[in-house]
């Protein structure tokens, strides 16, 4: 019992170690990805906002405020038409989904029973005391005898079919056979 108690230890270090290991690794990953994001930030705003140089005389910031302001309002504007597309799409959205919800039906549906009821019954229940006819279909039903074709007099005169074989087989079998075609 003493050494798989020692290898159970060993093993639970093991697996200590290895979870330590690990969660170190996984640390300096997530320091390499907010260092690399701060870098592509940086990248960015150097790229889409240059440094700021103001020059000395008042009617040169006057004019760079001014540029400044173009931009804004060019921005604004897209950000407008962005938002005057997204809520007609929203509008568009909730259109179909409304008409959907009309053509599906206002209420669920119940599933239907299957109800057991005779033709008289049933139209009695449409007509109330006004109906008189009855519907025994099967009564007014005809009878038809069936007549018997010859394929079906031979079908059963043949019998027990192993005598039949055995007529046939051999050459007088095969003989008879064409004769009786004929």
Not at 61 to 86: P, R, S, T
Not at 164 to 169: G, V
Request: proline fraction near 3%; charge should be positive.
């Amino acid at each position: 019992m003493g050494g798989e108690e020692k290898r159970s230890r060993a093993i639970t270090a093991r697996r200590q170690h290895l979870k330590s290991l690990m969660l170190q690794i996984a640390a300096t990953e997530l320091e390499k990805e907010e260092s690399r994001r701060e870098a592509e930030k940086e990248r960015y705003l150097a790229e889409r906002c240059p440094p700021l140089h103001i020059p000395g005389p008042v009617a040169q910031v006057q004019e760079l405020c001014q540029q400044l302001h173009a931009k804004i309002n060019a921005a604004e504007e897209e950000k407008y038409d962005m938002e005057v597309k997204v809520q007609k799409s929203t509008k568009e959205l909730e259109d179909m989904n409304q008409k959907l919800f009309d053509l599906r039906g206002k209420f669920k549906r119940p599933p239907l029973r299957r109800v057991r009821m005779s033709a008289d019954a049933m139209l009695k229940a449409l007509l109330g005391s006004k109906h008189k006819v009855c519907m025994d279909l099967r009564a007014n039903l005809k009878q038809v005898k069936k007549e018997e074709t010859e394929k079906e007099r031979d079908l059963r005169d043949v019998g027990d079919w192993r005598k039949n074989i055995e007529e046939k087989s051999g050459m007088e079998g095969r003989k008879k056979m064409f004769e009786s075609e004929s």
